[in-house]
C-alpha cells in the first residue's frame, strides 16, 4: 500500500532521527532554552537573512497559529484569512476559542488580493460606529495554500504593502514551506517571505520532522512575551532541544530545501500524467498537493494499491480526491501509480 | 428635526415611565428576584402560552445574544446565522470573544433557509474527521431581520424542524419582535416564536422601553444555570425590578403589541410614498424599518427636516438609507415627511 | 418593614428620577454619544480636577469590573486584589471568564498594603521563568472596601507609589463612593482618587441611581479603543443619555456628595448604638455597611420590622449580619432602630 | 556535570527511543487514530484495570491539564486545588485563560484534604445566591504532589468520596506518576488512582518518555467530544503514533514502573545523606524530588560538580534547592553525590 493521502505519515527523515537519536545521552535547560535551539535559531536567522528575528520552537500548525495570533491581537480586532484558510475550516474554531473573530474572505483558489486587504480595511476605517465592528489587525495567509496554490513574489508583495497601509500583521502559515519554496515557476524565497511578513512559520510536521515548527517573528512588536503565549497556550516542550535539534539538522546545509525539491518534482510528475489522460485538476497546484476529480470506478481501482484523501463526492459518479507527495515518497512509487493511472 | 434614523432615540412610552416612577419610593429584594420581575414573567409566559418557560430580564440586545449563545454552546461547538446577522456583523466580535465560533450563511434579504441550516448540519455529520471543525448547534435568526424582513409561519416552521433534525438550538432575537408581530401580512404570532424556538427574546430597548430584553427559555435543556451566566456576564442588573415593571406594564394589557402596529402603520405608509415617487426600496420591508437607494441631493434636501440613517453609497449620485419608525413616531412627523418626498 | 439588607433596594433619588422624565420626549444619538454624557462628563471632570480624563457610562459595577480589567491586561498579565475583593468572591469568576488569573492577597480588614504589591510585584520580577507565571500588571482595590473600611490617603498614596514603581495600573472599584468619600476620618477626596488611580469608577446604582457607574480613566495608555470593549462585553446602553442625565443630576452641584453624607452619618449614629448595646462590631466601618455579631435571639427580633443580609453563622448562637443605610434611608428609620436595639 | 536539576533534562529511555527508530520507515494514519495508539491504550487499560476507559495521548503537562478542565468544565464553574498546585502557580494562568477560575485552597505539604473539599462545596451548596459565586467541580491534585508528596490510599479515598458527595470530579496530575508510585511507604496504585478518580494522566515527559501524557478518562461524562477540545487547543500531535510507539514501550512489560523505581531508589538514598549530614528537608518527600534548606556556602561547593534547581531565599546564608532523580540517573551520580554530600 503506498500512502499519498497527506504528507504527514511518515516519522522523520533519516538525517533528522539520526540527530535526536546521537543526543539522546546528553542532559539540556529546559523549555527551548537549549544550545540546540540557539543553533537552530542561528541557521534559520542566517537562511532568512534576517538576524534580527526571534525564532521560537513550537510542536504543530495549529498549535502555533493559536499562539501567534493571540500573542498578535487584542480581543476587539480580528483576522482576515481566505474563506478556505486552515484556521477557518479546519481548526475547530481554535481561534475564535481564544476570543478573536475570523473573517473570511471569497476565494476559489485558496489565495486572497490586496485588494480584499484594502477593502476589508477600509470598511472599518471608514466607519462611522467602529466600536461595534471589529477592526482588520492581522493578514493570515498559506503559502502554500490549502489548494496547494502558491503566491507570486508580486501578490505577496502587494499584500505586504497593503497591510502595511492599513497597520495590519501579516501572518504567513508555512505548514508545507518547503514544498512551496520548491513550487514550479516560484519566484519567492524564504527570505522574501522573511521580509515581506511581520511573522511567519517554517513547517516541520509535513516537511520531515518527526514534529515542529519554527516561528520567525520579524516585527518587534510581536516579539515581547511571546514565551508568555507559549507557556499558557500549553505550547512550551519541556524537553526543547528535540525540535532545535530537528530544524538545525535541516536547515544546517540546506536539507529543508532539498526534500522539498524532490517531493514537488515527483508531484510534479504525476500531475502531468494526470493531464495526459485527461484527468480534471481542480486546483492548478504547482506543489506537492495534488486534487484531482475522478470516476469513482477509477478511483475504487486505484484504491487498491493506494491511500489517496478523499474530499468531496462532486457528482454521482465523481469524486474529488487529493494526492500528496512528501519529502519521504519514492521515485518508484510515483512511477509505479504513473502507469497505474496511464492503464485506467 | 424629526429623528427617524432609528428606533432606540427617544426615552420610554408615558406609561412605562409611569409605572417606573409610581413604584419608585419602594424597596425591593434585587437582582430581579422581586414581584414585578414575577409578575412580568406571568403577563409573558402567558402571552407566550408557556407556562413552563423560564423568563430572564437583561438589560441590551448584544448583552444578550452574548449570554444565552454563552449558555447553549460547549467551547467546540459553532452559531449559523445569516451573514448579515447582528452578531455577525454589528457586536465587535462578542461572541468569539466568548470563545464560539460564528458562521455566516450566504442570504440577501437578512434570511436563512431550513436548506442552509440542513447544510452545514450535514456536513458536519457527515464529515470523517468531526473533531477538526466547529459543531453547528444553535441558529441564530431575527425576527424582523436587520433588513426589516420577515420569516413566514411555514418558514419558521422549517427551520424549527430542521433544528430538531440535527438537534440544534433555534434562538431568535426579537429585538424588534414588537414591529415584526405587526408586519404587513405577518402570519407569526408570538405564541408561533415561543414553540418553535428554544429560546427567544422580547425586544424592549427598541419597542418602549427605557432598556430592557426578556428572555424566553422554554427548552428545559438550557435552563439550568442561566442566572449564573447572566451574573458572570455582567448583565445582571442590581435593581431588577426596573426590568419587571416596564415588561409588565407592556405585557399586562397588550400595549407591547398596540406601540407595535402604529410603527408599522406609519411606515407602510412610508414606504407606499417611496413607491410612488419611484424611489427604490432596497429591501421588501413589511416593517418599521425602510431600506431606500436615494439621490444624494435629495437627501440633502431631506436632511433639513429629518435625522435617517446612512447605509452606504450606491454609486457617485446614490445612496442607501434607512428610514425607522418607532412606537414614538408621531403621524403628523410621517404625515410631514410623505408630502415632503411628494415634492422631491 | 424597614429595608436596610443593602443600598440598592430603591430606584432613584428623586431629582434623579425627574431629570430621566423632563427629557423623556427628547430624541438624541444613541450609544453614549450625546449632550447629556457630554454635560455629565464635564460635571465629573471638573469635580475630579481631571480635564484630560475620559469617562464612559456603564450600567453595573460587575460589568464595569470586567470591562476596564479586559481593556487593560492582556492574557498573560494578573489582577491583584484583597482576597475579599469583589471580582474574587461575588462575580461568578467573572475576570477569570475573560481569561485573567485573580490573584487575592491576604486581608483582615478589605485592605492591602503597599507592601503586598511590592511582594507580589517583585516575585515575578525576580523570577528565573517569568515566563511560567503570570505578570501582575492591575491592583484592584475598592473605596470603601467590601468590609466598609476605607484606605487612608497615606496608604493608597503608598499603593498608588508601589504600582508606578512595578509598573501596574491602579484601579480603584467605587460602586459606593459616595458613602467612602463622606466616612469617618477620611481624608480622601475624589481628586486624590482620580489622581492616584490609573482608571477608577464612581458608583451610581448603589449611590441614588437608578443604575449607571461611571468610568473615569486618566492614563493615557488605557483610553484608546475602550468603547470597543464596552460595546463587546454587551455593555454600551443604546440609550446612553439615560446615564448621562443622572450623573449629570449627581453632579452638576453635589447632591452626589450630599446624599453619601445623610447616609454615612445614619450608619454611625447606627454604629454607636451598637457599641452602646455592647454589640460586636466585626469591622470597623467608617462608612454606610456596619457588620455586626449578634444573638440569634437578638436577631429575630429584629427581623420583624426590619430587614439585613445575613453574612454567616458564627456560633451556635450568634450570627454575622450587615446593617447598610443608604440615601434612601429615613432620619425615622435609624431612630426606630436604634430604639429597638436599646431594647434589645 | 551532573545534571539533578530536575527529571527532564535528558531525552528518552534508550527502549523508548528504539521503538520509534524502528517504526520510522512506516507510514501511519494521523492525529492518534493508529495502531500504535490503539495498542498503547490497551496495555494502559490492562494496567489500570478499566477496559472501559478512554486513552488520550497528549505532548505536555500544561497542554494536558487545560484540555482536561477545559472539557469538564462549564464557565460558571471553579476547579479547586492546593495552593501550590500546578495549575495555580506554574502555568502563566492558562486554566484562567480558558475561562475558569482556580481556587487555591492552604496547604502546607502540597496535599488537600476531603475536609477542604467538604467545606468549598458546602459553602456553594448553602449559598443563598449561588449564581454569584462559581460552582466548585472539579478537584485538581497531583500525585505526586509539586513537592514531591504522596496522598496515601485512605486520604485519596476520602477525598474521591468527598467529590463523589457533592459531585465534584477528581482529576489526577500525574506528571510524576512513576515516581510516586515507586515512593516509600505508598500503598496507592495505579488501579487505585483509575478508579478513584474520574480522569488522570500518566506522565510521560518526566518518566522516560521523549515528551508525551496519557489521559486516562473513566468518567463516562468526559469521556464525549474530548476529541474536539483536544484538536481546538492545539494538542493533537499530527504524527500521534510516536506518543502510542513511546507508552507503549513503557507500558508493553512494566519498563514505566520499573524506571519509576530506581529513580525513588536513589532519591532516598540522597535524602538519607542529607539527614545524616544535619541538613534540612523542607518537605518529607518520599519521591524522585528532594527539596533541603542549605547553607550558601555549601551549595556553592557542590554547584561544581552539580546543578540543582534554586527554589528560594530562605535567610541571608541559606537557601531552598530541589535535587531531583530520573529514569536516567545513574548510580555512580548519586554514589558521588553523597560522598560530596558527606565531606561538606
Tied chains: 1, 2, 3, 4.
Excluded at 484594502?118 to 476605517?125: P, Q, R, S, T, V
Excluded at 515557476?185 to 524564504?190: E, F, G, T
Amino acid at each position: 500500500m503506498i500512502r499519498l493521502n497527506n504528507d504527514y505519515c511518515y516519522g522523520a527523515h533519516e538525517r533528522v532521527l539520526k540527530a535526536i537519536a546521537d543526543i539522546n545521552g546528553k542532559a539540556y535547560p529546559g523549555y527551548g532554552l537549549d544550545e540546540c535551539c540557539q543553533a537552530a535559531s542561528e541557521a534559520i536567522k542566517s537562511a532568512c537573512k534576517t538576524p534580527e528575528a526571534d525564532i521560537h520552537f513550537l510542536t504543530g500548525g495549529t498549535q502555533t497559529n493559536l499562539t501567534v495570533i493571540s500573542s498578535a491581537l487584542r480581543p476587539y480586532q480580528s483576522a482576515l484569512c481566505a474563506s478556505t484558510g486552515h484556521i477557518n475550516v479546519h481548526e475547530t474554531g481554535a481561534i475564535e476559542n481564544c476570543g478573536f473573530k475570523v473573517v473570511g474572505l471569497s476565494s476559489i483558489d485558496g489565495k486572497i488580493t490586496a485588494a480584499q486587504v484594502d477593502e476589508a480595511a477600509e470598511e472599518y476605517e471608514n466607519s462611522d460606529i467602529p466600536e461595534h465592528i471589529t477592526e482588520p489587525k492581522l493578514v493570515y495567509i498559506s503559502f502554500p495554500t490549502e489548494l496547494g496554490t502558491l503566491y507570486s513574489k508580486k501578490e505577496l508583495t502587494e499584500i505586504s504593502l497593503a497591510c502595511k497601509k492599513h497597520n495590519l500583521y501579516l501572518y504567513i502559515d508555512g505548514a508545507r514551506l518547503s514544498y512551496g519554496l520548491a513550487g514550479e515557476n516560484n519566484d519567492v524565497s524564504i527570505e522574501d517571505i522573511a521580509s515581506l511578513s511581520d511573522v511567519f512559520f517554517i513547517g516541520g510536521t509535513k516537511c520531515g520532522l518527526l514534529f515542529g515548527e519554527a516561528v520567525v517573528i520579524t516585527n518587534p512588536q510581536l516579539k515581547p512575551f511571546f514565551r508568555h503565549y507559549v507557556k499558557q497556550k500549553g505550547a512550551m516542550l519541556a524537553k526543547g532541544w528535540l525540535l532545535g535539534i530537528q530544524f538545525y539538522e535541516m536547515f544546517k546545509d540546506g536539507l529543508y530545501f532539498e526534500t522539498g525539491k524532490n517531493a514537488v518534482n515527483l508531484a510534479l510528475r504525476l500531475k502531468e500524467a494526470f493531464r495526459k489522460k485527461g484527468i480534471q485538476l481542480s486546483a492548478d497546484s504547482p506543489t506537492n498537493q495534488q486534487f484531482v476529480i475522478m470516476k469513482d470506478s477509477d478511483l475504487e481501482k486505484l484504491s487498491k494499491n493506494y491511500v489517496y484523501e478523499y474530499n468531496r463526492r462532486i457528482d454521482q459518479s465523481n469524486s474529488e480526491v487529493r494526492f500528496c507527495t512528501s519529502w519521504a515518497t519514492k521515485d518508484e512509487e510515483i512511477e509505479k501509480l504513473i502507469k497505474d493511472i496511464e492503464e485506467l
